[in-house]
């Protein structure tokens, strides 16, 4: 579990500077230059984020169970899974209607990813994980409605449209065969 927390710590930790410490990043780009500070960013975030998915395999070897499975849940993370990945391509997707009333598509989407898996699974190391991006994604989500919005591209009927069927092509991509592929899980068994 060391090796998960260090790398959450690290990914999120540097993903939370402009939220949390917004003072402190200045500082670091006049300090490095603005590629400087991209190039220690993109450094702290990739072995960061190599830390959780090494931690999280080595705690899936040994799982600590918290509680029994809650029958069925997987159905109810896959149906959440579904508009966190509407919002997911609501955030790429250009002139939709979801970004243009949400204005932060990604952070909302990534807060439903985190609550579908923390419903889903039951271990340690899934509370560490999805608690984390959970807490992480609330925080910026919070800092970022407390800066001045930047208005979105008002949306159309074929950027929405064209948004929720990338959506839902991503989502059946991952519940019916990447998810199990990529991980061992089949979200909605077999």
Do not use: C
Not at 90 to 119: D, E, G
């Amino acid at each position: 579990m060391t090796w998960l927390a260090l790398g959450l710590a690290l990914f999120l930790g540097i993903h939370l500077t402009q939220a949390v410490t917004p003072r402190w990043r200045l500082a670091m780009i006049r300090q490095l230059g603005e590629k400087g500070w991209k190039g220690a960013y993109t450094v702290v975030s990739l072995i960061g984020f190599a830390l959780i998915l090494w931690g999280y395999s080595l705690a899936r070897q040994q799982p600590v169970v918290l509680w029994p499975a809650i029958r069925g849940m997987n159905h109810g993370a896959a149906a959440l899974m579904l508009v966190a990945m509407v919002l997911l391509a609501a955030a790429y997707v250009p002139r939709n209607h979801l970004k243009a009333k949400l204005q932060h598509p990604m952070t909302l989407a990534v807060k439903v990813w985190a609550f579908a898996h923390l419903i889903a699974n039951n271990t340690l190391a899934d509370i560490m994980l999805f608690g984390s991006f959970l807490v992480w994604a609330i925080l910026v989500f919070r800092a970022a409605r407390r800066r001045p919005a930047v208005p979105a591209a008002p949306g159309t009927a074929a950027g929405t449209a064209a948004t929720v069927v990338l959506g839902v092509a991503l989502w059946a991509f991952f519940a019916f065969w990447a998810h199990a592929a990529w991980l061992g899980i089949a979200p909605l068994g077999r």
